[in-house]
């Protein structure tokens, strides 16, 4: 385990399932965080997918203590600067490129960067991390790649995304490589436009209930 990856994993504090998130209008930002928290699950990923993205950071690292708030989607070392500045704990990319691990090297803020394929994981592991978004998880083999790293890229966990959902999150989360997983079904868009807090908090519960 290197310092980076200690200070990624306290941070997520063995949450289980870290929601993924695309706040379209900037108002749900803390009610939604707090509704997240209230259900179990702080740490919460902010995506750079829509104008909203910084300032609705911005506002739940200002306004809810209780939360942890993460920017993801980062694309570049503009990008992970500018998610920092706004007051992101830590910082998701959906790929890992030299200029995102070299912004990750100059600041305090730590990387979760995607990974998919074995040389991916050994070019991420030779920067000093070894912990990873499997990204599209679903899309690029699922469980039956996570189970076939297993063993070669034994001392590599991951967070996989993309595709998973209450159905298959507790098969994910079996799997020995597996720390976390991440997912928007936490926070449907239709729940979230309708303000249905209430709803949003119970299938955070729900989620963060789930265990290895
Ligand atoms: C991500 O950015 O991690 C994914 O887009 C989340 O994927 P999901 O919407 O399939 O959960």
Redesign the pocket.
């Known amino acids: 385990m290197t310092s980076k990856t200690e200070k990624l994993l306290s941070l997520l504090d063995g949450q289980p399932v870290i929601p993924?998130l695309k706040i379209a209008n900037v108002a749900d930002a803390v009610p939604l965080a707090r509704a997240l928290a209230r259900g179990g699950l702080p740490a919460i990923e902010i995506?750079l997918r829509t104008a909203s993205a910084l300032e609705a950071i911005r506002q739940v690292a200002a306004e809810v203590e209780e939360a942890i708030v993460g920017a993801?989607?980062i694309l570049d070392a503009a990008q992970f600067e500018k998610a920092a500045a706004a007051g992101s704990r830590f910082i998701v990319s959906?790929g890992i490129t030299r200029e995102l691990l070299s912004a990750a090297d100059d600041s305090n803020v730590p990387l979760l960067p995607g990974a998919i394929t074995p040389s991916e994981i050994m070019a991420a592991r030779e920067a000093g991390l070894r912990f990873l978004k499997f990204?599209p998880a679903e899309q690029s083999g699922g469980i039956a790649s996570l189970k076939a790293f297993a063993s070669p890229l034994a001392d590599v966990k991951f967070c996989p995304?993309?595709?998973?959902s209450g159905k298959n999150a507790a098969d994910y989360l079996a799997l020995s490589n597996v720390i976390c997983i991440?997912?928007?079904?936490v926070a449907p868009d239709e729940l979230v436009k309708a303000g249905k807090w209430d709803e949003i908090e119970a299938l955070a519960r729900a989620a963060s209930t789930l265990r290895k």
């Open positions: 993924v995506t993801g989607t959906p990204f995304t993309g595709g998973i991440g997912g928007s079904w």
